[in-house]
């Protein structure tokens, strides 16, 4: 019998820390023309250790986040520069490997771009100090700190290159990456199962949809690093392309089979602590999650009008776990979710329904905080 997902808290957790209370005085600052104070307030807003602790010389950081350093300057002319050393071309492969570079400075970065220089690919950005506005700066390092925390490990598993800083970390033990091997395979494999039942019926929505909520559950649980996270990415990042609901399904399902024949050793090599100075994911407000909801609320409220509470939950379901997935929520919201969740888990899609549609309208109210 198909039925909702069984719920499961964090085995590993994403590390946040972002300090909220100074993202709007890092802003307020940058408005009133001091733009030195604003820049290390929103330093101290991303990671206040780092900030504080790695400024090596006046104007001048120098701080690691995974397998790069990143490096910032403020000039005598009053210009951020900011550069991160990559990787180094292997001799052979380079031809591949310079067009993935060429996709990056093309496609996924939009300000900070990827310089070649001695065979060593660096990341590099700069800008008057006067116009690094907070917003713009967090989206400048997190391109840098993601991307290069997360492309090197392909870069070097795939094309040869050769990493310009080993990444230093601290591996989980082997009872931790156990439980989250199991939930891994799992989840994977239950959604299979139900995205097969779906095709059957010719329900190719649903079936997409809830091989996407797998994947974004399963990083919600386990907050995988290195290559495994980058894969995942790219396997969730199929759910919002303009392509058929049986193309997006197709593309899953291939990826998802190819994730089930992993071995839980190269798994777990992807399940360490590091230090990281910027977090993988960004902080929202109530509004922000409210408004990344807002489309599979409509969704769900004709659902409701046509007593479709199948697909009210499946709505519920991947808004809930997109939110998780791409940020990180207030503590009501996150409670709420749990409890929602945890009590859907196991129960017919009628059952679950309900239980959705309560928790959309108590997540919408205005008096919800």
Same mark, same amino acid.
Request: with cysteine; hydrophobic share 40%.
């Given at each position: 019998?198909?039925?909702?997902?069984?719920?499961?808290?964090?085995?590993?957790? @994403?590390?946040?820390?972002?300090?909220?209370?100074?993202?709007?005085?890092?802003? %307020?600052?940058?408005?009133?023309?001091?733009?030195?104070?604003? /820049?290390?307030?929103?330093?101290?807003?991303?990671?206040?250790?780092?900030?504080?602790a790695c400024?090596?010389?006046? !104007?001048?950081?120098?701080?690691?986040?995974?397998?790069?350093?990143?490096?910032? *300057?403020?000039?005598?002319? +009053?210009?951020?520069?900011?550069?991160?050393?990559?990787?180094?071309l292997?001799?052979?492969? !380079?031809?591949?490997?310079? =067009?993935?570079?060429?996709?990056?400075?093309? &496609?996924?970065?939009?300000?900070?771009?990827?310089?070649?220089k001695?065979?060593?690919?660096?990341?590099? @950005?700069?800008?008057?100090?006067?116009?690094?506005?907070?917003?713009?700066? @967090?989206?400048?390092?997190?391109?840098?700190?993601?991307?290069?925390?997360?492309? $090197? +490990?392909?870069?070097?598993?795939?094309?040869?290159?050769?990493?310009?800083?080993?990444?230093?970390?601290? /591996?989980?033990?082997?009872?931790q990456?156990?439980?989250?091997?199991?939930?891994? !395979?799992?989840?994977?494999?239950?959604?299979?199962?139900?995205?097969?039942? #779906?095709?059957?019926? *010719?329900?190719? &929505?649903f079936?997409?949809?809830?091989?996407?909520?797998?994947?974004? %559950?399963? +990083?919600?649980v386990?907050?995988? %690093? &290195?290559?495994?996270?980058? !894969?995942?990415? =790219?396997?969730?990042?199929?759910?919002?392309?303009?392509?058929?609901?049986e193309?997006i399904?197709?593309?899953?399902?291939?990826?998802?089979?190819?994730?089930?024949?992993?071995?839980?050793?190269?798994?777990?090599?992807?399940?360490?602590?590091? $230090?990281?100075?910027?977090?993988?994911?960004?902080?929202?407000?109530?509004?922000?999650?409210?408004?990344?909801?807002?489309?599979?609320?409509?969704?769900?409220?004709?659902?409701?009008?046509?007593?479709n509470?199948?697909?009210?939950?499946?709505? #519920?379901? /991947?808004?809930?776990?997109?939110?998780? @997935?791409?940020?990180?929520?207030?503590?009501?919201?996150?409670?709420?979710?749990?409890?929602?969740?945890?009590?859907?888990?196991?129960?017919d899609?009628?059952?679950?329904?309900?239980?959705?549609?309560?928790?959309?309208?108590?997540?919408? +109210?205005?008096?919800?905080?």
């Amino acid at each position: 019998m198909d039925l909702c997902p069984q719920y499961v808290p964090p085995v590993v957790e @994403y590390e946040v820390k972002l300090k909220r209370e100074l993202f709007q005085p890092a802003v %307020q600052l940058f408005e009133e023309g001091k733009h030195e104070e604003s /820049f290390r307030t929103f330093l101290r807003y991303v990671n206040e250790e780092a900030a504080l602790a790695c400024e090596t010389s006046p !104007r001048h950081w120098v701080i690691p986040h995974g397998s790069i350093v990143l490096e910032l *300057r403020i000039t005598d002319d +009053d210009e951020v520069v900011i550069t991160a050393p990559f990787v180094k071309l292997a001799p052979e492969r !380079r031809a591949p490997l310079l =067009r993935q570079v060429l996709e990056l400075n093309t &496609g996924t970065l939009t300000l900070p771009r990827l310089i070649l220089k001695d065979d060593a690919l660096t990341f590099s @950005y700069r800008c008057p100090l006067r116009l690094a506005e907070p917003n713009k700066m @967090y989206r400048v390092l997190f391109e840098i700190c993601i991307n290069g925390d997360s492309f $090197d +490990d392909e870069y070097v598993t795939k094309f040869g290159a050769v990493p310009l800083r080993e990444k230093q970390v601290t /591996f989980l033990p082997a009872e931790q990456v156990d439980e989250a091997w199991r939930v891994f !395979r799992e989840t994977l494999e239950q959604a299979r199962r139900s995205a097969d039942y #779906y095709m059957s019926k *010719r329900w190719a &929505g649903f079936a997409f949809e809830i091989l996407g909520i797998a994947l974004m %559950q399963i +990083d919600h649980v386990i907050s995988a %690093q &290195g290559f495994l996270r980058t !894969r995942m990415e =790219r396997s969730i990042n199929h759910l919002w392309e303009q392509r058929s609901p049986e193309e997006i399904h197709g593309a899953l399902a291939r990826e998802i089979d190819e994730y089930l024949q992993l071995d839980r050793e190269t798994f777990a090599a992807d399940f360490y602590r590091a $230090d990281f100075f910027i977090n993988a994911k960004k902080s929202a407000e109530i509004e922000a999650c409210r408004k990344s909801m807002g489309t599979r609320w409509e969704w769900a409220k004709e659902d409701r009008a046509h007593r479709n509470n199948h697909g009210v939950a499946i709505c #519920y379901l /991947f808004s809930a776990y997109e939110c998780l @997935y791409n940020f990180f929520v207030p503590p009501a919201l996150r409670e709420e979710y749990a409890a929602t969740l945890s009590a859907m888990g196991g129960q017919d899609w009628e059952a679950a329904g309900e239980l959705a549609w309560l928790s959309f309208n108590r997540i919408m +109210d205005p008096a919800f905080a």
